[in-house]
Nanobody, 117 residues
């Protein structure tokens, strides 16, 4: 059974930081491309960041220079360090795992991030 369990969301003031974690089980973590997506109310789900098995990273334009994705294959965990948060970063953040050719894909349940003063 595949499980992706996110943690680390919450309420933070503008300019603050949060670190999201996603612990994976039931997959050969090291071969999967891991990603973070987000969905704000009334908007489509969008890519935030992704990291391949070779640690090549890709970021959405709105988060470049502020967010950093990383992975620890020994812990089957992917992280998203979010700095200089803005109110427009408010969304539910979802962890995603997919095989290199995207033949298999899994989602976590999501964690809420709210940026507000």
């Amino acid at each position: 059974q595949v499980q992706l369990v996110e943690s680390g969301g919450g309420l933070v003031q503008p300019g603050g930081s949060l670190r999201l974690s996603c612990a994976a089980s039931g997959i050969i973590f090291s071969i999967y491309t891991m990603g973070w997506y987000r969905q704000a109310p009334g908007k489509q789900r969008e890519l935030v960041a992704a990291i391949t098995r070779g640690s090549t990273t890709n970021y959405g334009d709105s988060v470049k220079g502020r967010f950093t994705i990383s992975r620890d294959n020994a812990k089957n965990t992917v992280y998203l360090q979010m700095n200089t948060l803005k109110p427009e970063d408010t969304a539910v953040y979802y962890c995603n795992a997919q095989t290199p050719r995207a033949t298999l894909q899994y989602w976590g349940q999501g964690t809420q991030v709210t940026v507000s003063s």
